[in-house]
């Protein structure tokens, strides 16, 4: 019962390199979500997508992209990645009922 | 002002005791509300929805009061394993898309 996955789970990158992380439900949901998570500032939603093909901003969208590539798949892509995307990133999806699933979570670290 | 604003904690509190954590939300149209719990670097999980007449699952009571605007969440029988953070999520209304709005989280930290 995978739910929703996401890799890596850990990660260092070099200030300026790119990476992107995966993400991947088995749920059949519409909706998928990318936020982060930072110590005080609770979760954050970077962007979500409503459903396959759409994708909208969240609330801190700078420096970074996604890709709804089908409607299992909701990519986050660093272009550039600086310090102060050092964070956890939690991808997520919700169905029909308002319970949204989590994976478990990517330590991202950017020095 | 936040959206959604909880006492960060930690609340600390021995096996067996009673606590109750408030959340207050400034949307008035807020339309639902849930309490979700996250153990230490895990991904946050439902606990329980929040509904107007007030609910109970088990241990746990949660309640809302729409004119002050604030949810609460109780629990009882407090066991080791309650130990989590716990946050608050509510959905303004008319959004078009549910966005889900995230408290900061009240820690909770049950000893023996």
């Known amino acids: 019962n995978a739910g929703v996955t996401q890799t890596p789970k850990f990660q260092v990158l070099k200030t300026g390199q790119s990476m992107t992380l995966q993400c991947a439900q088995d749920?059949?949901?519409?909706?998928m979500y990318w936020y982060r998570q930072d110590p005080g500032m609770g979760l954050r939603l970077i962007y979500y997508s409503a459903s396959e093909g759409t994708t909208d901003k969240g609330e801190v969208p700078n420096g970074y992209n996604v890709s709804r590539l089908n409607k299992r798949e909701f990519s986050l892509r660093l272009e550039s990645a600086a310090p102060s995307q050092t964070s956890v990133y939690f991808c997520?999806?919700?169905?029909?009922?308002?319970?949204?699933?989590f994976g478990e979570g990517s330590w991202l670290t950017v020095v | 002002r936040k959206e959604v604003e909880q006492d960060p904690g930690p609340f600390n509190v021995p096996e067996g005791a009673t606590v109750a954590f408030n959340c207050t939300y400034s949307?008035?149209?807020?339309?639902?509300f849930f309490w979700y719990r996250q153990d230490c670097r895990k991904e946050p999980k439902l606990l329980m929805s929040v509904y107007s007449s007030g609910n109970e699952d088990g241990r746990f009571t949660a309640q809302l009061n729409r004119a002050s605007q604030y949810i609460s969440l109780l629990i009882r029988d407090s066991k080791l394993s309650d130990s989590a953070t716990y946050l608050c999520v509510v959905t303004p209304m008319n959004t078009g898309f549910q966005k889900l709005v995230f408290g900061t989280g009240t820690r909770l930290l049950v000893s023996p």
């Open positions: 749920m059949n949901h519409n909706s």
């Open positions: 997520a999806s919700r169905g029909s009922g308002n319970t949204i699933y």
């Open positions: 949307n008035s149209a807020s339309q639902s």
